[in-house]
């Protein structure tokens, strides 16, 4: 029986730099459409920068196919970042290579000091990768958003009774 040859992929996992903005505008596009500039972390996201250390891209033999990018935060009393956007193009999904940029960033912002990632997504996507429910109601966003949604993966003590109050943009 002649061996199978499987489709070579070389996937490289780095540092976003300011070379990948285009192609992460486009990467996010496709994924979330037009209206992805309206939702509550969209507005907390125009507060101020995201952290280019702290955002992470995936590289498929030298075309950039995901993202993942981290804004610092303050929510409630917690110095956290918020993780988002998280997205991968159509033809790479479900290969585990959003999960994985996921546990980067999160690694990432626990070196940096980091007390918390914070995001709005789907509980039963996230919450296998560490994440855990925020109180309901416990955050207020700069627009509407679903409680249920709101999750986080506590890096420091008693991250969760601080979770309480408006969650927005710090340096």
């Not at 033999?61 to 159509?90: F, K, N, Q, Y």
Request: proline share 9%; with cysteine; charged share 25%.
């Amino acid at each position: 029986m002649a061996p199978q040859l499987l489709p070579k992929h070389d996937l490289v996992y780095m540092t976003e730099d300011a070379s990948h903005d285009d192609v992460i505008e486009l990467i996010n596009a496709e994924a979330f459409g037009p209206g992805r500039h309206a939702r509550a972390a969209a507005r907390i996201r125009e507060q101020g920068p995201h952290d280019r250390a702290l955002s992470f891209v995936c590289a498929d033999d030298g075309e950039t196919i995901a993202s993942v990018r981290m804004t610092p935060v303050i929510a409630g009393e917690v110095r956290g970042h918020l993780l988002g956007p998280l997205a991968v193009r159509p033809s790479h999904k479900n290969r585990g290579i959003g999960r994985e940029l996921v546990h980067i960033a999160i690694e990432a912002a626990r070196r940096a000091g980091s007390e918390a990632v914070i995001l709005v997504g789907d509980p039963p996507y996230y919450m296998p990768l560490g994440f855990e429910k925020v109180a309901y109601g416990a955050l207020t966003f700069p627009g509407p958003v679903d409680p249920g949604r709101v999750l986080v993966v506590p890096l420091a003590e008693s991250v969760h009774p601080r979770l309480a109050g408006t969650i927005h943009w710090r340096e």
